[in-house]
């Protein structure tokens, strides 16, 4: 239950700019199953800004019983926070104030550092994406957010390769660029970027996605929309781009971004093997029907689709639908999934046909939900307790 407590957006809104995914399968093999580690995390955090304590929590089963904080699980608080990395049973994450980049596993209610290496290339990791299973891409801003920077890591070694990319320069009135959605496909890096000037400024009214070739670490080309405007989402704290199973890039703009400026939110569409935005695709609130703020891919042309419902009284307006990717419309909305009081959670994961979600109810009790793709039924798993305030992300580890 949530009890009290909510991030404020400036708050998330600062982590971003001071501080997940689809990609194609390389060659490498990916790590052994370590049938000891617990199959799913879910992050909890006791006490509200700033002083708070998050700690993580394994279990082997989303469908049935529950995990109890009081008593167990570890906390991460200093060593590192949700807004992380996670693949093939690990997660990766860059310390800005002691200026390392480190590699964690969690397993029998211990959160170990596996490896770590000083990392000062970036200010903060502004957005990743997976070029393989061994081949991590990470950008980010100098320390005065004027030039994007970028870093390839081997998450086996740790071994961390850096440059800056050549990009036009920032436009006359506006002070900063900052980061947002970041994707990888048919050999090309697709970074999703935006202007702006000293807060509360607004965004520059413009989508801007940047083109890189990833085999020559190139940046050849801006795509720019004025109809939407704003980066999207850092994928580290909330999903808004993805690339599906045909290759198709889908990338949202956000509206607790764009509302700082006078354009809508939006969802882009780029066609596999394209350097272009797609002239035929383009969503926003006057066809979806509400404004978007997250969306996770689900398979089969569909989306989950984290929504803002401006007709609740309440701070809890998020709520969470199915969106049709071809048509660009809500095919369901899942009304049985409690709303949430904050946009930035990664609260979502897809696994054999069904999806899973986390969210802080208003009232009631916490759990975890299930989504059949098949049937369009959604059912209550597991249940959360043990006297926290806020749930943070889930993850699937193995």
């Not at 890096?189 to 009214?205: E, I, K, L, R």
Request: proline residues 3%.
């Amino acid at each position: 239950m949530f009890k009290q407590f909510k991030f404020s957006l400036l708050i998330t809104f600062s982590a971003l700019l001071v501080g997940f995914t689809s990609c194609e399968k390389g060659s490498d093999s990916p790590d052994p199953v370590d049938e000891t580690q617990e199959k799913y995390l879910v992050w909890l955090q006791i006490g509200s800004w700033p002083n708070t304590t998050q700690y993580i929590l394994g279990t082997n089963s989303l469908t049935e019983g529950s995990v109890n904080l009081t008593g167990h699980g570890a906390e991460v608080t200093g060593r590192s926070d949700y807004g992380i990395i996670t693949k093939g049973g690990f997660y990766y994450y860059h310390n800005a104030t002691t200026g390392r980049f480190s590699k964690f596993k969690y397993e029998k209610e211990l959160y170990t550092a596996v490896a770590e290496v000083p990392f000062t290339h970036l200010a903060s990791v502004d957005g990743f994406t997976w070029i393989n299973d061994k081949t991590l891409f990470l950008v980010g801003t100098d320390g005065d957010q004027k030039k994007v920077h970028y870093s390839v890591v081997d998450t086996e070694t740790l071994k961390i390769t850096n440059g800056v990319f050549e990009m036009p320069a920032i436009p006359t009135g506006y002070n900063y660029v900052s980061l947002g959605n970041i994707e990888y496909t048919n050999g090309k890096v697709f970074m999703q970027f935006g202007y702006t000037g000293d807060w509360p400024a607004p965004w520059q009214n413009k989508t801007n996605i940047g083109v890189i070739d990833y085999a020559t670490l190139k940046y050849e080309k801006t795509l720019t929309d004025s109809r939407s405007a704003g980066p999207g989402t850092n994928k580290i704290w909330l999903s808004s781009s993805f690339v599906d199973e045909k290759g198709d890039a889908y990338f949202a703009t956000n509206v607790e971004w764009s509302n700082l400026t006078s354009t809508p939110a939006a969802i882009y569409r780029i066609k596999a093997g394209t350097t272009v935005l797609d002239p035929t695709y383009y969503a926003d609130k006057a066809s979806i029907g509400h404004d978007a703020v997250g969306l996770w891919h689900i398979g089969n042309g569909q989306a989950i689709l984290k929504y803002i419902d401006r007709s609740v009284t309440s701070t809890h307006i998020y709520g969470f639908a199915v969106f049709n990717l071809e048509t660009g419309k809500i095919t369901k909305k899942l009304t049985e999934i409690p709303f949430d009081n904050d946009a930035y959670m990664q609260n979502v994961i897809v696994e054999n046909g069904k999806v899973y979600f986390i969210t802080n109810a208003e009232t009631g009790k916490d759990y975890v939900y299930e989504y059949n793709m098949s049937t369009g039924a959604v059912k209550t798993g597991l249940e959360l307790i043990g006297g926290y305030d806020y749930i943070l992300r889930l993850d699937k580890m193995r």
